[in-house]
């Protein structure tokens, strides 16, 4: 495992404005996530978890502190360039994996690679090869509407996997998923980031998806804390 930092916050803070009244969602959030880690944020509802993955992701602004991705401030950047970095080192996968509907499994998950500007016969190798490690080989062709919740996650996991992404962000990743395709996506995450080096930052509420983490933090009283 290399020691070299892929996603650091500095002082982070973030408050929302509420009415008259500023609310502190957290304070001074030091943070770092280093190359070939999978680290776990757990919280209650409400803590926070959501708000800092996107601060994390340069989607939305610190009220303070600073976010650095491979070295470079997301504040520094403007627009065109902070989406240019954030598709070539940040792989996502949300809740509710945001899949376009009128294309098959195969093209949702060749989409990033397609927009990196991969060639298509490419694209298509590496993406029906991540759809087979997560199961679908036999569902390239399906549409989102004729999946299962837990296979669209899976092509929501592949297609952020797809474009060799530094860092990939997950917010409740296995959420929906049984627990044998759990162990398969964990299996997956565990060769990716000793082979790739690639380092996963994971908001779950899934117990045993801690067992198998780097590292775990609580997001509680506007403060992270290793557990
Ligand atoms: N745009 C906004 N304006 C005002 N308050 C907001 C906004 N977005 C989030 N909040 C508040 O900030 C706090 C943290 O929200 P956030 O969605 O980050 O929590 P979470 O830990 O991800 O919750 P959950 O586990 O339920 O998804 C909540 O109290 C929420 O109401």
Redesign the pocket.
């Known amino acids: 495992m290399s020691n070299q930092a892929v996603l650091t916050s500095t002082g982070l803070s973030k408050q929302?404005r509420?009415g008259k009244r500023d609310?502190q969602?957290f304070e001074n959030i030091e943070f770092a996530l280093h190359k070939g880690e999978a680290v776990a944020i757990v919280?209650s509802?409400?803590?926070?978890?959501?708000?800092?993955l996107n601060l994390l992701a340069g989607l939305d602004k610190a009220s303070s502190g600073c976010v650095e991705i491979e070295g470079q401030a997301w504040d520094a950047l403007r627009d065109a360039k902070r989406s240019k970095l954030r598709n070539e080192k940040l792989g996502f996968v949300y809740q509710f994996h945001h899949l376009l509907p009128e294309f098959s499994a195969l093209e949702n998950a060749m989409m990033p690679l397609l927009i990196a500007g991969e060639k298509t016969a490419q694209a298509k190798q590496i993406a029906s090869a991540l759809l087979q490690d997560v199961g679908l080989g036999e569902r390239l062709d399906h549409r989102p509407a004729q999946l299962s919740g837990g296979e669209r996650q899976r092509v929501a996991i592949a297609r952020a996997l797809a474009h060799d992404p530094a860092c990939v962000l997950m917010d409740e990743p296995t959420g929906n998923l049984d627990e044998t395709t759990s162990k398969e996506i964990q299996e997956l995450i565990v060769r990716l980031k000793t082979d790739k080096h690639m380092a996963f930052l994971i908001v779950t509420h899934d117990e045993k998806m801690l067992s198998w983490m780097d590292r775990a933090y609580r997001?509680s009283n506007k403060t992270l804390t290793l557990i």
């Open positions: 929302y509420d609310v969602v919280g509802s409400g803590s926070g978890k959501t708000t800092l997001l």
